[in-house]
């Protein structure tokens, strides 16, 4: 008899157990890519090669999950990430031009990080807090009400990020 939530491998059979495989491996496979992406900011080509031989996934499979997911980055990425909020509310109360500025002051465009490695420029749908807007992220923290004085700041604070390079000198 099945009991209410487990899979009853007697009535599936073979199936079961190669379902149950398929399974733990894609859990392995997201946990690994998870950490890879930890260590690098993003999957580095080799890294996912290394992955693939040890896993024993093919390389089309495992981009083809990283792909799926939004989490995962195929390129570096800053060490700050500034997403504009381009929903509705923020648009209206001006995420166009924050994000101009953005573009301006650092010479990217979105999508893009800087050669120094300090902002990678990003936009995002409504992050849920409109009553806020203009709204954007930076390194997931939500800031809101944007205006010059913030936006300033905020380009002082990641333009003073250079990675610790002052402490090493
Ligand atoms: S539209 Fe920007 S937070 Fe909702």
Redesign the pocket.
Same mark, same amino acid.
């Given at each position: 008899m099945k009991k209410e939530g487990r899979i009853d491998h007697e009535s599936i059979g073979h199936v079961g157990e190669v379902l149950t495989e398929a399974q733990k491996n894609k859990g392995l496979l997201i946990h690994s890519l998870q950490s890879i992406q930890k260590n690098h900011n993003y999957l580095p080509e080799d890294e996912l090669k290394s992955l693939s031989e040890n896993l024993r996934i093919p390389l089309s499979e495992i981009y083809s999950t990283a792909t799926f997911f939004k989490q995962f980055y195929f390129t570096p990425r800053g060490r700050n990430v500034a997403c504009v *909020?381009? /929903?509705?509310?923020?648009?209206v109360r001006g995420?166009g031009e924050i994000l101009d500025a953005l573009k301006i002051e650092f010479k990217i465009g979105e999508g893009e990080t800087t050669e120094d490695g300090s902002l990678t420029l990003e936009t995002v /749908?409504? %992050? /849920?807090? *409109?009553g806020?807007?203009? %709204?954007l992220t930076v390194n997931e923290e939500i800031v809101g009400e944007v205006e010059d004085e913030k936006l300033e700041k905020l380009v002082d604070q990641i333009r003073g990020d250079n990675g610790g390079q002052d402490e090493e000198a």
């Amino acid at each position: 008899m099945k009991k209410e939530g487990r899979i009853d491998h007697e009535s599936i059979g073979h199936v079961g157990e190669v379902l149950t495989e398929a399974q733990k491996n894609k859990g392995l496979l997201i946990h690994s890519l998870q950490s890879i992406q930890k260590n690098h900011n993003y999957l580095p080509e080799d890294e996912l090669k290394s992955l693939s031989e040890n896993l024993r996934i093919p390389l089309s499979e495992i981009y083809s999950t990283a792909t799926f997911f939004k989490q995962f980055y195929f390129t570096p990425r800053g060490r700050n990430v500034a997403c504009v *909020c381009t /929903g509705t509310a923020c648009h209206v109360r001006g995420a166009g031009e924050i994000l101009d500025a953005l573009k301006i002051e650092f010479k990217i465009g979105e999508g893009e990080t800087t050669e120094d490695g300090s902002l990678t420029l990003e936009t995002v /749908g409504c %992050v /849920g807090c *409109c009553g806020l807007a203009p %709204v954007l992220t930076v390194n997931e923290e939500i800031v809101g009400e944007v205006e010059d004085e913030k936006l300033e700041k905020l380009v002082d604070q990641i333009r003073g990020d250079n990675g610790g390079q002052d402490e090493e000198a």
